[in-house]
């Protein structure tokens, strides 16, 4: 099983600010088969980002990724007060297909 | 626009079966490039991946190997759902269980509302 660690576990910014939120895995990715969600109190994972860099539809291009392999960031580039809320990374190359356990990001 | 229509019940007592839902709109169970997914998340475990159902000629199911024992995830053709049952329950089987599509791009793109379910006599 490959396993996600997320880095900072909190993440404290001020909107206007970039935000870069970091995954590393255990092993390779396969084929990159790595995305990024979002989730808000109350409500399910959101699909943000997967792949190498294909956005989910309706996602502002201020969302971005880069990374290969074993180590990939999830980068905002000027957070929007609606943007507060905890990031995981997932990926979905192999089953059992695992998730990070989350980098909060909440306002300074 | 694919959605996914969670139900069952919110209590469950120790030692028994967990039993949930999921109605899809929009797309079919028996559709031949896509799985269908439950996924659970807990403070104590995060978002874990439980199982799968998916048909491809036939009917297949993968599951993770902590719950392989006490899982099953069938479809329901007549009704277009999928369920999941997980057997002998205990409190730290409670969580909040999701269903999920996992696209012929590999991706898990639509999701349940999640269902709370609390393990608990």
């Known amino acids: 099983e490959i396993v996600l660690t997320q880095s900072p576990g909190t993440l404290s910014l001020s909107p206007g600010e970039r935000a870069t939120l970091s995954c590393r895995a255990s092993?390779?990715?396969?084929?990159?088969?790595l995305a990024w969600y979002q989730q808000k109190p109350g409500q399910a994972p959101r699909l943000l980002i997967y792949?190498?860099?294909s956005r989910a539809t309706g996602i502002p291009d201020r969302f971005s990724v880069s990374g290969s392999g074993t180590d990939f960031t999830l980068t905002i580039s000027r957070l929007e007060p609606e943007d507060f809320a905890v990031y995981y990374c997932?990926?979905?190359?192999?089953?059992?297909?695992?998730f990070g356990q989350g980098t909060k990001l909440e306002i300074k | 626009q694919v959605q996914l229509q969670q139900s069952g019940p919110g209590l469950v007592k120790p030692s028994q079966t967990l039993s949930l839902t999921c109605a899809i709109s929009?797309?079919?169970?028996?559709?031949?490039?896509?799985?269908w997914n439950w996924i659970r998340q807990s403070p104590s475990r995060g978002l874990e991946w439980l199982g799968r159902?998916?048909?491809?000629?036939?009917?297949?199911?993968d599951y993770a190997v902590s719950v392989k024992s006490r899982i099953t995830v069938n479809p329901d053709t007549s009704k277009n759902q999928f369920s999941l049952q997980l057997n002998s329950v205990s409190p730290e089987d409670t969580a909040v269980y999701y269903c999920?599509?996992?696209?012929?791009?590999?991706?898990?793109?639509?999701w349940g509302q999640g269902t709370l379910v609390t393990v608990s006599s």
């Open positions: 929009g797309d079919s169970v028996s559709g031949n490039t896509v799985t």
């Open positions: 092993q390779s990715v396969t084929s990159n088969f």
């Open positions: 997932q990926q979905y190359g192999s089953s059992p297909y695992s």
């Open positions: 159902t998916y048909y491809r000629s036939k009917w297949y199911n």
């Open positions: 792949g190498a860099s």
């Open positions: 999920a599509r996992r696209s012929s791009s590999q991706i898990f793109d639509y």
